[in-house]
């Protein structure tokens, strides 16, 4: 079976959000939720970047006098997520944290959370599930910076600067079909400092969810390769979420890596939520990125935990099925390699400290 590191999962929110119920225990195999460590060993996934999602509060979703997803003649809009409060955002990020830490201990040395290349490599060899620590969205860090290594220290890996909303460092874009990306202004000086300390400590910045103006900001900024954990190509499903041609080449010049999702509303063509969609539509889009750059810069990011996936790849214990697909799609086994985790091991080592 083909290794898999996959570049996205929402889980940890998710385990954390279902309060005493406990129907997904990460130790243990159930129905309920995308990932736990028996799923896992099924697909085939050694590990992934383990996001921190912050929800805004006291949004009505289902409010019918004041509707979040709208439909317009072509498409819909959701309407823009307001900023959450930093404080709310840190005691939320630091219990989640603890819970991890509390994972890491119950698993007994079969799961853990990675803090350098070598680490990750020999979690590989000794069959250990490998944990990478991410924030999708700043907001927890202190606007002067002043708490980042603190986090650092407490295994920060990866940062996504925003979510889909704006914040003190950037402005995310705004669930819209069909629209590009270039919604809003860019980094904030905040953010612009934000790019040089994570150069500078080894984090490895994500561009997911940024809007066109803060990711040419970060392309001219960063000093690292250029990362996008989770998204899909403009060009097959004109959504906000995915990125446009510019900034595939731009990726690709920086030696970057771009993590393909597998939810229906962001490959489809129509952008429609199809839970019976054929994983075929996931490798158009990974045969995209491959004949405009190149095999290097294509990985898995799947967004499990964060979204509905469609029904052939219901969990992580189905992944053996889009590997068939890839290969069946005319991909050898040392192409298959780099898409299912070489390129982000390489990544790791070229970003982190
Ligand atoms: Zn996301």
Redesign the pocket.
């Given at each position: 079976m083909i290794p898999i590191f996959d570049g996205?999962n929402?889980t940890l929110v998710k385990l954390y959000k279902q309060g005493k119920s406990k129907k997904q225990n990460f130790l243990n195999k159930s129905t309920y939720g995308h990932i736990d460590l028996i799923r896992a060993q099924e697909g085939g996934l050694i590990g992934g970047i383990f996001?921190i999602?912050v929800p805004n509060q006291n949004i009505n979703l289902e409010s019918a006098s004041n509707p979040r997803l709208q439909f317009t003649n072509n498409g819909y809009e959701v309407k823009m997520n307001p900023p959450i409060d930093h404080k709310y955002a840190k005691d939320f990020t630091n219990s989640i944290i603890q819970n991890l830490y509390n994972l890491e201990k119950q698993a007994n040395g079969i799961i853990k959370i990675i803090r350098n290349y070598d680490e990750i490599t020999n979690c590989i060899t000794q069959n250990k599930f490998s944990i990478v620590l991410h924030f999708?969205g700043a907001e927890a860090i202190r606007k002067d910076l002043k708490n980042l290594e603190n986090y650092y220290d407490k295994g920060l890996r990866a940062l996504g600067l925003v979510?889909?909303r704006p914040n003190e460092f950037g402005y995310g874009v705004p669930f819209k079909f069909p629209h590009t990306p270039n919604i809003g202004s860019g980094l904030t000086n905040y953010g612009k400092n934000l790019i040089k300390k994570c150069n500078e400590l080894g984090i490895m910045i994500d561009l997911?969810?940024i809007n066109e103006k803060g990711f040419m900001d970060v392309a001219k900024l960063s000093t690292a390769p250029l990362i996008v954990s989770?998204t899909g190509v403009f060009n097959i499903c004109k959504s906000t979420r995915n990125i446009t041609d510019k900034e595939i080449d731009i990726i690709g010049d920086s030696d970057g890596l771009i993590g393909i999702y597998f939810d229906p509303i962001n490959l489809l063509p129509s952008s429609m939520p199809d839970k019976n969609m054929s994983l075929s539509f996931i490798v158009d889009h990974i045969d995209y990125i491959v004949q405009r750059i190149n095999i290097n810069h294509i990985a898995f990011g799947s967004?499990f935990d964060?979204t509905e996936m469609p029904k052939l790849i219901k969990d992580v214990s189905y992944y053996p099925n889009l590997i068939d697909v890839l290969k069946d799609r005319g991909y050898s086994k040392t192409s298959l390699e780099k898409i299912a985790y070489k390129n982000w091991l390489r990544i790791f080592k070229e970003t982190w400290k």
């Open positions: 996205h929402d996001s999602n999708e979510w889909s997911a969810h989770h967004d964060g």
